[in-house]
T-cell receptor, first 121, second 114 residues
Framework: AQKVTQAQTEISVVEKEDVTLDCVYETRDTTYYLFWYKQPPSGELVFLIRRNSFDEQNEISGRYSWNFQKSTSSFNFTITASQVVDSAVYFCALSSARQDKYTSGTYKYIFGTGTRLKVLA | ETGVTQTPRHLVMGMTNKKSLKCEQHLGHNAMYWYKQSAKKPLELMFV???????ENNSVPSRFSPECPNSSHLFLHLHTLQPEDSALYLC?????????????FGPGTRLTVL
């Protein structure tokens, strides 16, 4: 079975602190994708990153960075020098291909329960 | 208009009402999705449409009825809902439903059932 665990329900930090959001996943598939989304109070899930299972290189985008480690089945997200605007719920998601008549793979999109990040001024 | 839009943004309805949620995507995608987000629960996938055909119904009660007239529009018709159906309903789209394309989400409709 596939599963995504975000053990941190809520994190509070003071502005300018670094913060890491944890994501641990389970899958038996060898080909899969991992995602991070941000959900601000407005409600819309904003796509942040997609990483495939064959690419373990860490990625940095501005103040955001992601650490993918297959050995520990983790895909952690770090915000450097946090800002109040980073306050949101962050979701990690796992997807692998699904068999339907349009593709030859199999697909399932699983979200974690989310981590609420509060950045205090 | 860009991305994925949803209307209305807020909806209050009684248990005997009939209402519809609308989603429109301007990304040229072929797959569309309905999700339910309740407090303290993971996002629940409700329906998947790929090239206008429903490819997944995740054991959703029949009081929720989806409709996908074309690849850009998706509706969720609601009737005789229960208070526990109160939630944020999110629409998403992706290039295709097969494979692992990134899903892009709309702002959601906050539904309250009295």
């Amino acid at each position: 079975a596939q599963k995504v665990t975000q053990a941190q329900t809520e994190i509070s930090v003071v502005e300018k602190e670094d913060v890491t959001l944890d994501c641990v996943y389970e899958t038996r598939d060898t080909t899969y994708y991992l995602f991070w989304y941000k959900q601000p109070p407005s409600g819309e899930l904003v796509f942040l990153i997609r990483r495939n299972s064959f690419d373990e290189q860490n990625e940095i985008s501005g103040r955001y960075s992601w650490n993918f480690q297959k050995s520990t089945s983790s895909f952690n997200f770090t915000i450097t020098a946090s800002q109040v605007v980073d306050s949101a719920v962050y979701f990690c998601a796992l997807s692998s291909a699904r068999q339907d008549k349009y593709t030859s793979g199999t697909y399932k999109y699983i979200f974690g329960t989310g981590t609420r990040l509060k950045v205090l001024a | 208009e860009t991305g994925v839009t949803q209307t209305p943004r807020h909806l209050v309805m009684g248990m005997t009402n009939k209402k519809s949620l609308k989603c429109e995507q301007h990304l040229g995608h072929n797959a569309m999705y309905w999700y339910k987000q309740s407090a303290k629960k993971p996002l629940e996938l409700m329906f998947v449409y790929n090239f206008k055909e429903q490819t997944e119904n995740n054991s959703v009660p029949s009081r929720f009825s989806p409709e996908c007239p074309n690849s850009s529009h998706l509706f969720l018709h609601l009737h005789t809902l229960q208070p526990e159906d109160s939630a944020l309903y999110l629409c998403a789209s992706s290039q295709a439903a097969g494979g692992t394309d990134t899903q892009y989400f709309g702002p959601g409709t906050r539904l309250t059932v009295l």
